[in-house]
């Protein structure tokens, strides 16, 4: 079965400097999603980035942007430029492609940004 | 357009009791899913729907908990015989079609407490 698995339950940031969280995952698949789901207190999960297992190149959206490294099952998420709305639980997620599509979550870390 | 809705968005019973938690997708969305998500936790898989069936029921944790999607829309969470450990939130998402690469799009929850 797959694991994912956050080992920073807590992560603090000063406002417009840059964070990495940190995501490691098991699985003996070579096709697969991962995924990056923000949420806010009291708010909504929303999606913050996804990596396809396939492609090479890191995405990125805006200031956020991941590192994967496929072969060390490592999926890091790097918050450039810090800004109080960042704050909330980050959740690294693993989707299998050839599953019916549910996610698999970390337990998450609580990013707190400062003033 | 609305996104995912779930009501209510708190509920609190006594051990032993009934309760159903309600979930309105994005119009157009044929796929559905539930998880549960308990305190310090990350959401966890429940269940998750293709139209008006159930596609994958794997992570239902006993036959106390059921869920229905009867015309493909709307679906409702049906836990009996409430125990003090289903405390929980409880999470349902949409996305387009349930392609493994698509988004889920996720409601607010509904904060379950069985006292």
């Known amino acids: 079965a797959q694991t994912v698995t956050q080992s920073q339950p807590e992560m603090s940031v000063q406002e417009a400097e840059t964070v990495t969280l940190s995501c490691t995952y098991d699985?003996?698949?070579?096709?697969?999603?991962l995924f990056w789901y923000k949420q806010p207190p009291s708010r909504q999960m929303i999606l913050v980035i996804r990596?396809?297992?396939?492609?090479?190149q890191n995405a990125t959206e805006n200031r956020f942007s991941v590192n994967f490294q496929k072969a060390a099952k490592s999926f890091s998420l790097k918050i450039s430029d810090s800004q109080l709305g960042d704050a909330a639980m980050y959740f690294c997620?693993?989707?299998?492609?050839?599953?019916?599509?549910?996610?698999?979550f970390g337990k998450g870390t609580k990013l707190s940004v400062k003033p | 357009g609305a996104g995912v809705s779930q009501t209510p968005s708190n509920k609190v019973t006594e051990k032993g009791k009934y309760v159903e938690l309600r979930c309105d997708p994005i119009?157009?969305?044929?796929?559905l899913y539930w998880y549960r998500q308990s305190l310090g936790q990350g959401p966890e898989f429940l269940i998750y729907?293709?139209?008006?069936?159930?596609?994958?029921d794997s992570g239902l944790p006993n036959d106390r908990f059921f869920a229905v999607r009867p015309e493909g829309s709307v679906s409702t969470l049906k836990i009996q015989r409430t125990e003090r450990g289903d405390s929980a939130m409880y999470l349902c998402?949409?996305?387009?079609?349930?392609?493994?690469?698509?988004?889920?799009?996720f409601g607010p929850g509904t904060r379950l407490l069985v006292l």
């Open positions: 119009s157009g969305h044929t796929a």
């Open positions: 699985t003996s698949e070579s096709d697969y999603y």
């Open positions: 997620a693993y989707r299998s492609a050839g599953s019916q599509g549910n996610l698999i």
């Open positions: 990596q396809e297992a396939y492609k090479q």
């Open positions: 998402a949409s996305s387009l079609g349930g392609g493994v690469q698509e988004t889920q799009y």
């Open positions: 729907f293709q139209g008006t069936g159930a596609a994958d």
